[in-house]
């Protein structure tokens, strides 16, 4: 049987139960949703809940503009935890939804964070999808704009736009030059941008644009990225991972990679080369959609954790994987 598309929520209970609690009325309505995150959006102390999408349609279809013409997109948006209003949480229709950008062609892969110091938390994310058109790709911010602005879409901050983009390139937050302000960083098929945060406080937004070239063997159509700490210098790394093209995720590529930053720049380091898996088709091969640093092993180091996907029309290849760091081993 066929779900109905929205954002379901599942109640927790003793131990590892859960109970079913329905969709939210107010995320009906056949959007594609990618994305879904918890977090204090309204500053209340309680947990909303924020997703994101695209335009629900066949993969690999055109973008031209007529293509393109009366799609519905999932946009960005959230939905407020009628707790803070003195409501039932278990009410699912209290929860009322609120516009980021409804209109963004791909919400996927966003991070939350408070860049600009006012206590609230902002969205970062890079607009780019198959079908999202060349003039809209672009990593942006938006401007969380306090409880006077929830009725309508946040500020946008364009940090840069590139048709160099492909599919859902990921993006990451956090304090890479160790002066206390976040930054941000994103990447594709031959570079990573860093946007260090020159903002000072009470003032306009300001960003330093650093591109970071890839080496060869980093050089391929990416998606996840990370900023961990991965060696223990007390430095933030970059981590990255790829996905296919076209099906193929060549032997001398790397499939799971990081950046170790240095006095002397960003030294690269290969995780895991690519398979050399053929996919059958435009959208099915080896493909990395996730990393998290943990450590798992309780060891003192960041592992990481990651999902991939080998796909082709006979078979299907999911999993969760984790990558043990070695460097305590090393040491």
């Not at 209340?44 to 690999?60: E, H, K, L, Q, T």
């Not at 007529?66 to 009410?91: E, K, V």
């Not at 946007?195 to 009470?202: D, K």
Request: charged residues 25%; proline residues 8%.
């Amino acid at each position: 049987a066929s779900l109905e598309p929205g954002i379901s929520v599942l109640w927790g209970g003793a131990g590892l139960r859960w109970s079913p609690g329905g969709l939210l009325p107010e995320s009906r309505g056949g959007w594609h949703f990618l994305e879904v995150q918890v977090a204090d959006i309204d500053g209340d102390g309680f947990p909303d809940i924020v997703v994101g999408g695209r335009a629900s349609r066949p993969a690999g279809g055109p973008k031209d503009p007529r293509a393109l013409q009366g799609l519905r997109y999932a946009g960005l948006r959230w939905f407020r935890n009628p707790r803070g209003l003195g409501g039932d949480p278990r009410d699912l229709a209290l929860w009322r939804a609120h516009p980021i950008d409804p209109a963004i062609p791909s919400g996927h892969g966003f991070v939350l964070h408070d860049i600009d110091g006012d206590g609230f938390l902002d969205l970062v994310i890079n607009n780019a999808d198959w079908d999202t058109p060349d003039e809209e790709e672009a990593v942006l911010l938006y401007r969380n704009p306090g409880p006077s602005g929830f009725e309508r879409p946040w500020p946008k901050f364009v940090l840069y736009q590139s048709p160099e983009f492909y599919g859902k390139e990921q993006v990451a937050v956090g304090d890479l030059d160790g002066d206390g302000r976040p930054d941000i960083a994103a990447q594709s098929e031959n570079f990573v941008h860093l946007f260090y945060n020159r903002t000072e406080s009470g003032g306009a937004l300001q960003f330093e644009h650093v591109l970071v070239e890839k080496p060869p063997a980093l050089r391929w159509r990416s998606r996840p990225l990370a900023l961990a700490d991965l060696n223990g210098d007390g430095r933030l790394d970059i981590v990255g991972a790829a996905i296919h093209r076209d099906g193929l995720l060549p032997k001398d590529v790397a499939a799971v990679w990081w950046l170790e930053q240095t006095g002397a720049g960003w030294q690269p380091h290969v995780i895991k080369w690519g398979s050399g898996f053929l996919g059958l088709g435009t959208f099915n091969g080896e493909k990395w959609d996730r990393l998290i640093p943990y450590d798992v092993d309780g060891d003192g180091d960041l592992d990481l954790l990651a999902n991939v996907e080998e796909f082709n029309r006979l078979q299907s290849y999911l999993a969760v994987v984790w990558f043990e760091n070695p460097g305590r081993a090393k040491r």
